[in-house]
C-alpha cells in the first residue's frame, strides 16, 4: 500500500521569507511518480510538478524549488521569497502503476503567507 | 485554452433530493476522475472512467453514480443526499492511466445539502 505524510498541517510565515513543505512517501514500487499540487481558496486543484522514481535532479521553477531524495524518501517543496499569493493547501501525491496509477494524496499543508 | 469545466461551482440541495454535477474537458484525456474532498482532508477518489470501463472504488457508498456519455462529459450522480455528503466535488483528467497520467483538475463543485 501506499501513503503520503504531509507532518506539517499549517505553516504561516511573513512575506518574502523561504519556506519549505516536507512530503514523505511510502511505497514498495520501483517505479512511481510523485506530485505537488496547490489548492488556493477558489477549490481548484493547480498541477505543480510531477517527478519519477527514476530522476533524483532537483528542480527550480522560478521561486519554487523541489528536493527529491529516494534516500529518505522525501520529495520538498521550497517557496523562496514568499508572497501573499503563494498561501494555499499545498499537496504531495504519489502514483503507482500497481494501483492503476491512481494518485495517493498526503492531507495537506496549508500555508498562510501574511503581508 | 484547453481545460476541465465543472459546473455548476455551488449547488444547493435537499436532503434526499437527488443531484447531479457535471463535468466536461477540452483536453481531449482518456480517463476522467470524481473526487469527494471534505473541509481540510485530502481528496478522496470516488470512481473513474477509462474510455468507457468504469472504475469504482471499494469504498464508494452505492448512493454516488456516474456516467459518462461520451469523451468530453462527465456526470456524478447522487442519488439521495445526505448531509454526510456536503464536500467539494472535483473532476480530474488525465491522458493515460498509469504513472503517465497526470492529473489535471476543474475548479470544483461544492455541494451544499440542507
Known amino acids: 500500500a501506499q501513503k503520503v505524510t504531509q507532518a506539517q498541517t499549517e505553516i504561516s510565515v511573513v512575506e518574502k521569507e523561504d519556506v519549505t513543505l516536507d512530503c514523505v512517501y511510502e511505497?514498495?514500487?520501483?517505479?512511481?511518480?510523485l506530485f505537488w499540487y496547490k489548492q488556493p481558496p477558489s477549490g481548484e486543484l493547480v498541477f505543480l510538478i510531477r517527478?519519477?522514481?527514476?530522476?533524483?535532479q532537483n528542480e527550480i521553477s522560478g521561486r519554487y524549488s523541489w528536493n527529491f531524495q529516494k534516500s529518505t524518501s522525501s520529495f520538498n517543496f521550497t517557496i523562496t521569497a514568499s508572497q501573499v499569493v503563494d498561501s494555499a493547501v499545498y499537496f504531495c501525491?504519489?502514483?503507482?502503476?500497481?494501483?492503476?496509477?491512481?494518485?495517493?494524496f498526503g492531507d495537506g499543508t496549508t500555508l498562510t503567507v501574511k503581508p | 485554452d484547453a481545460m476541465v469545466i465543472q459546473n455548476p461551482r455551488y449547488q444547493v440541495t435537499q436532503f434526499g433530493k437527488p443531484v447531479t454535477l457535471s463535468c466536461s474537458q477540452t483536453l481531449n484525456h482518456n480517463v476522467m476522475y470524481w473526487y469527494q474532498q471534505k473541509s481540510s482532508q485530502a481528496p478522496k477518489l470516488l470512481f473513474h472512467y477509462y474510455d468507457k470501463d468504469f472504475n469504482n472504488e471499494a469504498d464508494t457508498p452505492d448512493n454516488f453514480q456516474s456516467r459518462r456519455p461520451n469523451t468530453s462529459f462527465c456526470f456524478l450522480d447522487i442519488r439521495s443526499p445526505g448531509l454526510g455528503d456536503a464536500a467539494m466535488y472535483l473532476c480530474?483528467?488525465?491522458?493515460?492511466?498509469?504513472?503517465?497520467?497526470?492529473?489535471?483538475f476543474g475548479p470544483g463543485t461544492r455541494l451544499l445539502v440542507l
Open positions: 501525491a504519489l502514483s503507482v502503476d500497481t494501483n492503476a496509477g491512481k494518485s495517493t
Open positions: 517527478r519519477n522514481s527514476f530522476d533524483e
Open positions: 480530474a483528467t488525465s491522458r493515460a492511466l498509469g504513472t503517465e497520467g497526470t492529473q489535471y
Open positions: 511505497t514498495r514500487d520501483t517505479t512511481y511518480y
